[in-house]
């Protein structure tokens, strides 16, 4: 066959040598199919593809398991020809593999996405995920958080800067600002090791305490999947940092029978009101403080005598209102919907340390906490001879399921118990009361209950 002319288009039919002027001079026939190849006589599979639009670029074509398979080089004006013919050559040895080059691109594209998308999950920082915490997170059996530890979270994670509300000067950072700048998957014994050691110079308790609470976030991200790979959960719990905490020894503070008239005498003594009957309504009912602070006159039932109070492990709990308690919040005047009301933003106390603290001092009692008022109800209502069930059942804990066969009573049932307690602790305290008219009301006739 004759040889074409050197400005003829090259035969598409036919192997020929690529060269530039050929490939110059290759073309697709409007009149023909949208795409043309011209075969390379030195590479098997090479080829050069031209649209009728004019568009050229080497492909390689070969076939696999009796499939064709295809693949594009690229554009003629960017590859080569010896570029090229390299690239055909590698191809036709994958094939010779048995392998396709389709899948091995595929993979490598999805091996691409995975890599990209574990920089991105590993440049997620924890103060971007501890947001999503507070809002999605909660404690184990619970629907929320509580509203105080919710508060907490969020101050141990302040960044701080701000105008105290008390005393001059701004706020400290949270303990565990420093760790919100940290990737989440940097979180690990030694960088949560070296943050504890920092934090623990200020104050080990305050440091345990924020651990505490970002063990619990730890243990939040590992639950999620996409921050599971990212997540070391035992971080938190590694030897290295749990030998340095401080020991968790429980309180055991409590007033002695021989100190209740001495600290009645002083709370009744107190200029605050609220802060004097509200310490005094922790003694004779066990409550926990915030549960009791957070009491409205609406939950007050002085015609039935029952008191309707926040509750840490159901939402709510009632309870007997005994004759002295009843009299003590009758005294107490009406400014709000809160029955412990103070001129705070709440409107309620909030904080009676300070007034406990001048109690206890004119009374010569070291050591007492809020909390500690809570256990001598305890301590005091077994000294009075009610049974274990019912002073747990007042207090909101669960009655035992060996001591009691778990009962709960009803209110009426728990009545004559709690005013057992009341006389004891009012007889202790050398309080003395007549029962005036009306449910109830009673008259103070003798001792400090003014």
């Known amino acids: 066959m004759a040889r074409p002319k050197k400005n003829e288009a090259p035969d598409t039919t036919q ?101 990209a998308a574990a920089a991105a999950a590993h440049a997620v920082t924890v103060g971007e995920v501890w947001p999503l915490y507070l809002e999605h997170g909660r404690p184990k059996r619970r629907e929320a958080w509580k509203p105080r530890y919710l508060a907490d979270l969020k101050a141990m994670a302040a960044p701080g800067g701000v105008k105290k509300k008390r005393g001059e000067g701004l706020t400290r950072p949270g303990p565990l600002s420093p760790l919100l700048a940290l990737p989440l998957a940097a979180i690990n014994e030694d960088s949560l090791k070296a943050w504890y050691d920092r934090e623990a110079l200020a104050g080990r308790h305050q440091a345990a305490r924020a651990l505490m609470m970002f063990r619990g976030f730890l243990r939040w991200c590992a639950g999620r999947p996409e921050y599971r790979g990212q997540t070391d959960r035992e971080a938190g719990r590694a030897a290295a940092i749990v030998e340095n905490l401080p020991s968790n020894t429980r309180r ?48 007050v039932d002085l015609q039935w005598r029952k008191l309707t109070i926040a509750d840490k ?108 307690i009341e006389s004891h602790i009012m007889g202790l305290a050398g309080v003395v009361c007549v029962p005036d008219v009306g449910p109830g009301m009673l008259r103070v006739v003798g001792g400090t209950a003014a």
């Open 15 to 115: 192997r020929v040598n690529l060269t530039v002027g050929v490939i110059e001079r290759l073309t697709c026939r409007t009149d023909q199919k949208a795409q043309a190849f011209l075969r390379d006589s030195q590479v098997p599979g090479l080829r050069v593809r031209v649209t009728n639009t004019g568009a050229k670029s080497f492909v390689f074509e070969s076939k696999l398991n009796r499939q064709t398979i295809r693949r594009t080089i690229g554009d003629v004006r960017v590859w080569s020809i010896e570029q090229a013919r390299a690239e055909a050559r590698r191809l036709a040895v994958v094939l010779d593999n048995g392998l396709d080059p389709r899948e091995i691109e595929r993979q490598q594209a999805a091996d691409k996405a995975a890599h």
């Open 252 to 299: 055991t503070d409590a007033l002695e029978a021989a100190q209740v008239p001495g600290w009645w005498a002083g709370v009744a003594q107190l200029g605050n009101g609220a802060a004097s009957a509200y310490l005094r309504a922790l003694l004779l009912t066990g409550a926990r403080r915030e549960e009791l602070a957070a009491l409205t006159w609406a939950n």
């Open 313 to 420: 492990v159901d939402a709510t709990r009632t309870i007997p209102l005994t004759p002295y308690l009843a009299q003590l919040l009758a005294s107490l005047p009406r400014v709000g919907p809160y029955v412990f009301a103070s001129a705070s933003k709440s409107g309620r106390i909030a904080d009676a340390r300070s007034s406990h603290a001048k109690a206890l001092q004119g009374a010569g009692i070291e050591g007492l906490t809020i909390h500690g008022l809570r256990r001598s109800f305890s301590l005091l209502g077994e000294a009075a001879g009610a049974p274990a069930g019912a002073i747990a059942q007042v207090m909101g804990h669960k009655p035992s399921a060996t001591a009691e066969g778990y009962r709960p009573r009803s209110v009426d049932a728990l009545r004559p118990f709690l005013e057992q």
